[in-house]
């Protein structure tokens, strides 16, 4: 399916190491902590990830993935209301400083939901990889995905990710 999606304000904290590993555990604990204290809602985690290598995404040691983890919240926060959260989270110890606010816009993307565990995104990403290329389109930004699902979820086949690939037409120049 194609969709198109404008700015969208986030908690956000990037990073680097596999998923579930120290340093992206750290990253969710920080932006949760940091979310609770700014006492406003904010959607799903979701995390939008790159690898710095020529090879394919999914062939590079997991422990070399980047990634951009994010909290949407309704809106820009008001001027000091991010650094009160921080203020008021530090005592937790959660990495709380390398919580950012950012707005970004990913313009037209493909997307497709995926039920089950991640471990099986890759069937998924390769019927969306499928239908770019029955459409003409072609990658124009970081791979996303939406975590519908608790990360920590027991059974991993009950699992729901929202995967999304931002676009745009192989005949329009870069």
Do not use: K
Request: proline share 8%; charged share 20%.
């Amino acid at each position: 399916m194609i969709t198109t999606y404008g700015p969208v304000t986030a908690l956000t904290v990037s990073g680097l190491g596999e998923p579930g590993g120290g340093e992206h555990t750290s990253a969710i604990t920080a932006l949760y902590t940091v979310a609770a204290a700014m006492n406003v809602p904010f959607g799903p985690l979701e995390g939008r990830w790159w690898v710095e290598d020529e090879r394919p995404a999914l062939q590079v040691p997991r422990e070399q993935w980047r990634w951009h983890l994010h909290l949407p919240l309704p809106a820009v926060p008001a001027d000091g209301q991010m650094e009160r959260a921080r203020e008021a989270a530090r005592p937790s110890g959660a990495a709380v400083d390398r919580v950012q606010v950012v707005t970004f816009t990913e313009g037209e993307c493909v997307e497709a939901l995926h039920e089950g565990p991640h471990s099986d995104e890759h069937l998924t990403l390769a019927a969306m990889q499928d239908y770019m290329d029955a459409h003409d389109l072609v990658v124009n930004g970081l791979h996303h995905e939406v975590y519908l699902s608790d990360l920590g979820e027991s059974d991993p086949a009950t699992m729901r990710t929202v995967l999304r690939q931002p676009v745009r037409s192989a005949a329009t120049a870069p």
